[in-house]
């Protein structure tokens, strides 16, 4: 009796702690693609796709497509105007409201150096309409400002920090989110890198701890062959 009643009581302690688990005490990752395609001097186009988990490649979060056209007036200033598709889970380990949007945005670039780091600044304003459960839909506008700051290690090798501030201007209280993380990129030739980093996310309930694992693709189509 008394061994059927420990064993009893440790399923109970296994089943809480499970119960309790939260996106907190996972370490998701995001898998991404991003690439720059350059049609003309002034000219090119920005994809990106990426696919969000809660844990290393289980319980899905969000996958994301991004598509701009982006626009240089010279090497340290450029646009990006483009149209964003994502999909969401919302909750981890648990139902979730079917959940989709489509987002607008328009993207100032900034880049400047300071000394041997490249200092690179995105102020982003999005118009997002949001569509969950079928019949309720939502538009919010934010404004996003992102400080990348990398450093090269060698010619193939550089390390990166940034921080990214969201600020969603529908609400009252304005703050959303706040991205911080560090990495490495990898260049393995003029057209592809490679990079891994780790960064949290912050926002006004919980701290979110993910991976980044990513592809860089960057091509030129405006060089003239014969």
């Known amino acids: 009796m008394r061994k059927l009643l420990l064993f009893i009581c440790l399923c109970f302690i296994i089943n809480k702690a499970k119960a309790q688990s939260t996106a907190e005490d996972k370490l998701g990752t995001w898998y991404m693609y991003n690439g720059s395609h350059k ?15 809660y844990e290393l ?15 240089t007036f010279n090497p340290k200033v450029n646009v990006t105007l483009g149209l964003s598709y994502a999909t969401a889970d919302r909750t981890y380990e648990s139902p979730s409201n079917y959940l989709y949007e489509y987002r607008y945005y328009q993207d100032l670039n900034l880049k400047s150096f300071w000394g041997d780091f490249t200092a690179k600044h995105r102020f982003r304003l999005e118009q997002r309409f949001i569509h969950q459960d079928f019949n309720v839909d939502a538009f919010q506008n934010w404004l996003r400002y992102d400080l990348n700051v ?77």
């Not at 501030?165 to 990129?185: E, P």
């Not at 780790?198 to 694992?213: H, S």
């Open 39 to 53: 049609l003309s001097d002034k000219f090119g186009l920005k994809t990106m796709a990426h696919f969000r988990y």
């Open 57 to 71: 490649t289980e319980n899905f979060q969000q996958e994301i497509y991004r598509l701009g056209l982006n626009y």
């Open 150 to 226: 990398s450093y090269p290690l060698s010619k193939t090798w550089s390390v990166y920090a940034f921080n990214e501030l969201f600020l969603n201007l529908d609400r009252g209280k304005r703050f959303a989110q706040n991205w911080t993380g560090a990495g490495f990129v990898h260049k393995l030739n003029n057209t592809i890198k490679l990079k891994a980093g780790y960064f949290q996310i912050k926002t006004p309930n919980e701290v979110l701890k993910r991976l980044q694992l990513g592809i860089i693709v960057n091509t030129n189509f405006s060089k003239k062959t014969i």
